[in-house]
């Protein structure tokens, strides 16, 4: 079929939830057809990985190493597929490209203006990007809110897409929001209307309307819309405040939004949700409870774990286990840890808090109390170890204090001397050999595995022999051997560590193996 693109934009304010209103479209398509996704975002850097988590919420990394904005984890989770770095577009790396291809004399001495040069480089990527992966479906999400300056090229760009495609071949949906303010107790279009006038002054007619609202639309806000806004009752949905964002497909299918873009876009879709359903059920209709802490630095802002948070998520349902989430922030290290059936240490960067992770990380060892530490959560158990197991004094990663007796986490040499953050870190999927007989192996089922990574320091070769000899198994290791990739204590219920970030390909259909690991052995503590 003729491939078809399919433009997502938001209105009102930010933070509506375009990322998984697309995704959850994407879901109602992805079983019959290639969907591929593109995000544009406004913001200068060139991509987010120097931006603090607090402020920007989580670092999404791909396969291919991209640092990307975390709606792209949104993508992958409800689409089922694993995302490229030519999928998302920052302003930053628009105009790093359009400055190069200046400089290289590309545009022949003429004057590179934003419109037509840059608007007609963006929808020439979204082009670019539909041919190579092969797409059928083109979906492309545009951050920020319509009327940002930032974003005024991307809207520009996909008005121009129109043209080039077809409008039988493209099609606008407009997430906006209708408030219901306290006291008035009605809903709200204006909003709405205003932000489709926003679109409108920028050449786009919307097709379809979002509202974002706690309730569903009534029929008399949807008259309003649909009389401001040129659409039928039949082309505006609810975007109903939900308790689990994976119900938004369901959502999205009860008001028949797939059989409305499939008369739009002339093609067939029959969603396939049998099994979605299941699991979201069987989290609704939880057997059991538990309680799983994630000790680390950036509590203050739970975007900062989203893909940890929808890891247990994903376990919950395959359980049918309710997972309560205890957040201790290990910069204060009067931690309380009763009550509490399993334990995280998440990755990080720097000096602060790790004293307070090393000493949750010694509780669980000594307690049998289920751990899972990921990325910088293995390199402090390493060290935690080396210190009140193998005896080791003056012990610590030099990241934190370069001039330690016993470095047993170390910067890789290969990334010594290099300037450029982006480049400093190992980033992307990574193969490693695990151990025959393991719990790692166990739970993977194999013993070969890629996980992603995304840091700069590894637990030094020197000291691999003295950690083994005091009973840490290192059970899964690079090709070559050099590398730590996954440790385990044996006679423990769990205390399990990889340098890897498994959260990130972890989705509700085939949950993260490690994490797997830790809720059934959190459940088999608290219960047998």
């Known amino acids: 079929m003729q491939r078809k693109y399919l433009v997502v934009t938001g209105g009102v304010l930010s933070g509506l939830g375009k990322g ?46 991209a640092e990307v904005d975390m709606d792209f984890g949104h993508y992958e989770r409800f689409l089922g597929i694993t995302c490229k770095y030519d999928w998302n577009l920052t302003m930053g ?22 419109v037509p040069h840059v608007s007609n480089f963006i929808r020439n990527h979204f082009l670019k990007v539909g041919e190579e ?21 991307y809207v520009d760009a996909v008005r ?20 219901i303010p306290s ?27 979002i509202a974002r609202c706690s309730e569903m639309l009534t029929e008399n806000v949807k008259q309003k819309i649909s ?108 931690f309380d840890l009763s009550g509490i059936d399993g334990v995280i240490v998440p990755g990080g960067f720097g000096s602060r808090g790790i004293e307070g992770k090393i000493d949750v990380i010694k509780y669980c060892r000594e307690n049998n109390l289920p ?9 402090m158990a390493v060290i935690e170890f080396a210190r009140n197991v193998c005896g080791l004094s003056s012990t610590n990663t030099t990241e934190v204090d370069e001039n330690c007796a016993n470095p047993v986490v170390n910067i890789l040499d290969e990334q010594k001397g290099i300037s450029n953050l982006g480049g400093t870190m190992r980033l992307g999927a990574y193969p490693a050999i695990i151990r025959e007989g393991t719990k790692v ?58 340098q890897g970030h498994p959260e990130l390909k972890s989705t509700l259909l085939k949950p993260a193996p490690l994490f797997l690991g830790l809720v059934e052995s959190a459940i088999r503590k608290k219960f047998e």
């Open 160 to 179: 121009s897409l129109m043209q080039t495609v077809g409008k039988e071949n493209i099609l606008f949906v407009h997430l906006t929001y209708v408030p």
């Open 227 to 334: 009389a401001f806004c040129n659409l039928s009752v039949e082309e505006i949905f609810t975007a109903i405040d939900v308790d689990d964002v994976y119900k938004i497909p369901l959502v999205f299918e009860k008001q028949g939004l797939s059989q409305l873009l499939a008369r739009k876009l002339n093609f067939s879709i029959l969603p396939d949700l049998g099994r979605w359903e299941e699991l979201i059920k069987k989290r609704e209709n939880y057997e059991k409870e538990i309680t799983i802490a994630i000790a680390g630095k950036y509590t203050s802002l739970e975007d900062s774990y989203a893909s940890i948070i929808e890891a247990l998520n994903h376990c919950s349902s395959n359980f049918s286990t309710k997972i309560n989430v205890r957040w201790i922030d290990t910069e204060n290290k009067d």
């Open 371 to 379: 751990f899972l530490g990921i990325c910088y959560g293995l390199q």
């Open 93 to 114: 790396k628009v105009f790093s490209e359009i400055r190069e291809k200046e400089r290289r004399g590309d545009y022949l001495g003429k004057t590179v203006q934003m």
């Open 20 to 65: 998984i209103a697309m995704a959850s479209i994407g879901n109602l398509l992805s079983s019959q057809y290639k969907v591929v996704p593109i995000k544009c975002d406004g913001y200068l850097n060139v991509d987010p990985g120097t931006m603090n988590p607090i402020e920007h919420g989580e670092v999404f990394v791909l396969d291919d190493g």
């Open 133 to 153: 992966s092969d797409a059928e479906i083109v979906l492309i999400e545009i951050g920020g809110t319509v009327g940002d300056m930032e974003n005024d090229l």
């Open 441 to 498: 192996e166990k739970l993977y089922d194999s013993q070969e595995v890629s996980e992603r990574h995304r840091h700069r320091y590894e637990v030094n070769p020197q000291y691999h022999n003295i950690l083994q000899d005091s009973g840490l198994i290192l059970s899964g290791v690079s090709p070559n051997g050099k590398l730590v990739e996954f440790i385990e204590l044996p006679n423990h219920n769990y205390f399990v560590a990889t």
């Open 183 to 209: 006291g008035v107790d009605e809903q709200k279009s204006k909003p709405t209307q205003q932000s489709v006038g926003f679109l409108r002054q920028k050449g786009i007619e919307p097709d379809i309307i």
